[in-house]
């Protein structure tokens, strides 16, 4: 897949394309308006991150410009301003997704995996990882063709385990990712241990093995 | 005040001055009236007078004269009154006359009364003429000044509308107004500086917090790093949340501040604490009771109706003791939160006070309740807090 990272901090820029070349993915980045505008103009992108406030002009004139041109790009807006009416008014111009500033790279990923899985963009409905299934429409897994019946939280988790695989996920990333902005409300995160221990169990022993502990209590899905 | 003093001493010059007047015309007229009737002695010697005010008679010895106050029984007025008397001897042909005129004398006291009438007369019409001169004229003078001085009152330095007010010809108030233009001006600017300078800072946080939370994941990816390592940045990831947290509030209340929030329609409060309590069986082990049949519906923004009731939550849940229930009573018009303690609150009256915390718990923003008392006076409910029988109660009137 091909990603254009337009966002003006050159720091978060950089993370975000190293995070997401992981996948081997080929990651371009612009640091300003006419930089994105340019490299929108000649190619040809699977989905492009974008910031609103770029430094010399707004990322919602770039947005405009894009559907326009009926560019088959998945859109994802990152903004510092979490106010609903930017958020809608995004979403009204046709972006995919909308994530507000600070974010988990984590998070930005299975949001960019969800927007491409969306159909249009050259995803897929199902994901397959070794012997499990995913089918996204009807948020349901299988394991060796098998159903298994995974609660909402579970099936969240295992899906944001393998859209990051490979990747260490600290038991606050995925609180974040459960739970939102209620995930502060969490005393502990025992909770996390409790539905990963359910979702180990129900993989099988097999499946089990996928979901390692990384440093003492991060987590990281990989198959072997 | 002086006035009054100026017209007593004039009314009593006054007095004087027309006793004494009067007094030296009757003298005049007593010695001329005297003169006249011992001319007419003269021609006849038995003219007899006109008594009480002439008289003539026969005596023996001459007399000096004589110009005395006297007082007589007048028969044709039926009363005792004060006359003024000349008598003096006239000597015709050998024989002593002695003639005696009397003029009735104006009575001091009519005098008096008539200048305290006159006085008081004028005295009574002037304040009435001056009261009503003044007070048109001042009307008409300060008329400006009130008109100003209601716009004053009217003036809000939320609503965000300039201070307008009315030119006038007079020097001082347009002064006046000029300083109460410049004082308003600055205030409402700085009024706006400090809200908006809330909500700028926190956007502008989001950034570098989005630079920081972006490093870490790449450090415990891309780097091989310590179990403890690990752990410093894990508790480094949630101190960002945290502040993502406090921006978010302060945001909220920022927007809350500068009436941002105008979609109101009805919510069902039983449905919005419904919904809320759902949410929270996954993220607590505490049992959430729900009480009371009431419904409550209310006229609200709905996303501020669920951080109400979220928040009300949420401090119950942070702050209970020992996993007892948390229970949720629906009365009419009222809905209580109660959450078990150990005692009374210290500061009950601080608890809805932004930044205050009673406990010492790390994780609390300490602007849950805050945003609770912000969202009851943006709509005018009355929240309220109060201990009994080993329970922190919230209430929240929807009714003031």
Known sequence: MKYLIAEDEKELQQSIATYLSHDANVCETASDYHEASEKLELYEYDVVVLDINLITGSGLDLLKKLKKQHKKCGIIIISANNSLDDKLQGLDLGADDYITKPFHLAELNSRIKAVLRRGQFGGEDTITFQE?????????????????????????????????????????????????????????????????????????????????????????FIAD | MISIIL???????????TGSLLENEIEEELYSNKDRVEQLLIKDNDLKGIPPIMMVEKVGRSEREIIKDTLLYDPMQDEIELFRQLSGTKTIDGQNYRVTVRAMVIESE??????????????????????????????????????????????????????????????????????MLSLTTKVQADYRNLKQFTEDVSHEMQTPLAIMQAKIETIINDQHISDNQFEHLSSLQSDIQRLK????????????????????????????????????????????????????????????????????????????????????????????????????????????????????????TGLGLSIVKKICDYYGFVPSYRYEKNNHVFQVDFVS
């Open chain 2, 7 to 17: 017209l007593v001493v004039s009314a009593v010059a006054l007095y004087l001055y």
């Open chain 2, 245 to 364: 947290q406090l921006n978010k509030r302060l945001i909220l209340l920022a927007k809350i501040n500068n009436n941002q929030f105008t979609d109101n329609k009805t919510v069902s409060i039983n449905e919005v604490f419904e919904h809320a309590i759902s949410n929270f069986h996954e993220l607590t082990s505490v049992q959430i009771k729900s009480k009371g049949s009431s419904t409550i519906n209310i006229t609200m923004d709905r996303s501020l109706a669920s951080v109400l009731c979220n928040n009300l939550l949420s401090n119950a849940v942070k702050h209970n003791i020992a996993n007892n229930p948390i229970t949720v009573f629906f009365e009419e018009n009222r809905v209580r939160v109660t959450n078990s303690g150990t005692k009374a609150l210290n500061n009950p009256d601080h608890i809805f006070d932004r930044f205050y915390k009673e406990s010492k718990k790390p994780d609390s």
């Open chain 1, 132 to 220: 499990i299934r995913l089918d996204t429409l009807a948020r349901s897994a299988y394991v060796d063709d098998k159903p298994i019946t995974l609660t909402r939280k579970e099936y969240d988790l295992l899906l944001f385990f393998i859209t990051n695989q490979g990747r260490v996920l600290s038991k606050a990333i995925i609180a974040e990712h459960l739970w939102g902005d209620d995930s502060d409300l969490l005393d502990n995160f025992d909770f996390i241990y409790v539905h990963i221990n359910n979702l180990r169990k129900k993989l099988t022993k097999e499946g089990a093995k996928y979901i390692q502990t990384a440093y003492g209590s991060g987590y990281k």
């Open chain 2, 110 to 179: 009519d005098i008096l009364f008539a200048i305290v009438f006159i006085f008081v007369t004028i005295i009574f019409l002037a304040f009435i003429f001056l009261f009503y001169i003044n007070k048109s004229r001042n009307e008409k003078l300060w008329k400006p000044f009130f008109v100003n001085l209601d716009k004053l009152k009217d003036f809000s330095l939320k609503s965000g509308k300039p201070l307008q007010l009315n030119e006038s010809d007079i020097v001082e108030f347009d002064d006046l107004n000029r300083e």
